[in-house]
């Protein structure tokens, strides 16, 4: 029998991905239906810039965050010193509810936005809660050569998670596993064997859809240049291009799932490696992180962009 303590901190605050991400994950909202929600309550002086690729807050916030925003709510202090981190904002700040929205009667907006509200608002406090602690056993136990396991868990202190009760998942409860020590015999009282078969990667829905374009290529960019943009797009275009994908009849929407149309199928069937590239994409930022530093020139790097794209040309043409 093997017993553990298992820790996990809380996440950071929103930047649009992430906010994106969870809202389809919880609520079914596209990636646009969740940047134009969140783009209406920061019309209304609700939440503060959505469109930020950053998950930290400045410094000069914590005062004013911690004072009218969390209040009196149980916050941890070493969480505090990692969220408000100036070093780490770039344009715009994570998002968050604005102190005016405290005093500001939510009843006479839609039920869309006040759910990506409470969303955002719940984020920041889980943001700067405890840690949630769970004690894990796992009984190990050996019959006629073979090994079989059982795992189950304990909360000890909910930490952070209290604040996100409301969207936790539905799955099946934690098996409850009997007091046993280690070297007890115990009778076998009944066996089943399940034929299972090993399933296929399933569909992108949009969040996981997302999270794949935010970290698209990424490996191919050097470590130890700081490119602003990263993956397929920006937080701002994300949605956009998605939804491009749609009108235009390359994807689909089937529920949750998004899934390539015969006409998207084609598209890739055709289209030149190159072209088709999250790495190429990884390449083109650095080089551009590169000309934006002046260590390397824009006239070369678009000559090598034209000259790549006549050489294709002449491919197909022939």
Known sequence: MIQKEKITKPDLPFDLTTLQRECNKFFGFSAKQTLDYAQSLYEKKLITYPRTDSRYLTEDMITS????????????????????????????????????????????????????????????????GYPLIENTTKIVANFDGFEFTSSGKVIVDEGFTKYLREYKSKKKEEAVLPDVNVGDVLEIKEKEIKEKYTQPPKHFTEDTLLKAMEIAGNDELDKNIEVERKGLGTPATRAGIIENLIFKGFVERDKKNLIATPKGKSLIGIVADNFKSAEMTAQWEMQLSEIAQGKSSKKEFLEAIESEINEVVTTYTK
């Open 65 to 128: 965050t911690v004072n009218n925003i969390l209040g009196k709510n149980d916050f941890d202090t070493e969480r505090i010193k990692i969220i408000f981190n100036s070093s780490k904002v770039t344009d715009h700040h994570a998002i968050i509810p604005t102190v005016s929205s405290m005093s500001e009667d939510l009843s006479g907006i839609p039920e869309s936005e006040v759910k990506v509200y409470r969303l955002i608002f719940n984020k920041l406090h889980a943001s700067v």
